[in-house]
């Protein structure tokens, strides 16, 4: 197998595969392509060789075409794609060529990245085979796309990466975990969360005691005070290196303990607290999220180590259809000091459904947020008493999340468990 060169001679090829819907459905907007797109396509295609000395190639077996290549320049990094014809599906065409892609991309920069459809899981399993780590989702042309990530001597910053709220690698929210950051200043540690990507990466500075810890988190864009799931991963790497037992990690809320046991951990947040939101955020937040109207219940602003604003929605079948202003509701955001946007919908006392957009963190959604988790454990509280429930989170996103809260100490603090696991050594 070869990947040519893109030249004229291949046109026809891109013709006929344009109006394949199978093509279609998981590349570009999901739309047909009409025979002037593929020609504009084409005409690109040349000129990004000429600029850049690599673009969209030809995949050439035994002498005949039967897929498409593609390598984009961006700044610091390579994205690739790739679309095989459905009569060479299921005997690994599309990893050797996904392979190769990311092998060419890493000869001219130090990261490469790739996404699909969530729809598409069979892509994803590919990214996987090749290396390549989910970091992020986002909306395209109003699907959601997972992104998955490579970069050439990530170890050698000392990352850890883990999965939290899963047992699954391809569930759960990722977090990157360094377990000593003592030489790292401000601007590195943000550099090496922005470089990971995930939505936030956990930064350990010992204590002067044992299993005692500083912690500082990072997304890719800001340090944040406390993130429940980076804790939960952080706690598991922890503990697959000391044993299990307590930790006690002092980060920007406050002091979080933490025990663990068996490849999970249990977080218990600082004292939690929520207020009823202002109606103008409330009305700001229903417009940004595009909201017309929302479940029964007050909307608050929770607290359980950072602010979180707590909307009830009123069907399960409207949490699926997430689809917001990404940059109206950032600035909103920021503006009030929130975190996340928690929504939620109650399938029963014991069960909640959960999604938490996360844009001023520079990602589109959480697959599942610790301290977000606290927050509404103490916001159910106080409307309804002590109680123990379950967050299913991620689900949406293909990455499910189970988040256990209780909601029952005195002390108006919160604990919430899950597991971790590891998704890629350092």
Known sequence: ???????????????????????????????????????????????????????????????????????????????????????????????????????????????????????????????????????TSRYLFGRLQHGYALDRGMSDTGVLRYSAFTTDPAGGNPAGVVLDATELTDDEMLAVAAKVGYSETAFLFPGKEDREFHVRYFSPEAEVPFCGHATIATSVALAERLGDGPLTFHTLAGEI????????????????????????????????????????????????????????????????????????????????????????????????????PFPVGGVVEDAATGAAAAAFGGYLRDLEGPQRFVISQGEDMGRPSRLEVDATRADRRVTVTGAAVVIQPS
């Not at 996904?98 to 892509?123: C, T, Y």
């Not at 079948?317 to 928690?342: C, G, I, K, N, S």
Request: glycine share 8%.
């Open 1 to 135: 197998m070869e990947l040519v060169r893109w030249r004229d001679e291949h046109f026809e090829h891109m013709l006929r595969w344009g109006a394949d819907p199978r093509m279609t459905e998981y590349v570009g907007n999901g739309k047909p392509w009409s025979p002037e797109y593929v020609a504009q396509r084409h005409e690109q295609a040349l000129r990004h060789w000429e600029e850049h000395g690599f673009g969209l190639h030809a995949v050439v077996e035994d002498g005949e075409v039967i897929g498409l290549a593609q390598m984009l320049d961006a700044p610091g990094e390579i994205e690739i794609g790739y679309w095989v014809a459905p009569e060479h599906w299921g005997r690994g065409v599309a990893t050797e060529v996904a392979a190769r892609l990311r092998d060419k991309a890493l000869a001219f920069k130090d990261r490469v990245i790739a996404g699909h459809q969530a729809e598409n899981a069979a892509s994803g399993r590919v990214l996987e085979k090749i290396g390549l780590t989910y970091f």
């Open 257 to 356: 303990t933490v025990e663990t046991s068996g490849g999970t951990a249990t977080l218990t947040s600082v004292p939690t607290s929520t207020e009823e939101a202002d109606p103008e955020l409330v009305a700001r937040a229903l417009a940004a999220l595009r909201y017309r109207e929302i479940g029964d219940g007050p909307v608050h602003v929770g607290f359980g180590g950072a602010r979180h604003l707590l909307i009830p929605v009123r069907s399960r079948e409207q949490l699926a259809r997430l689809d917001y202003d990404f940059d109206a509701l950032r600035d909103l955001m920021l503006e009030h000091d929130l975190t996340t946007v928690h929504l939620f919908w109650r399938e029963s006392p014991e069960l909640v459904h959960a999604r938490d």
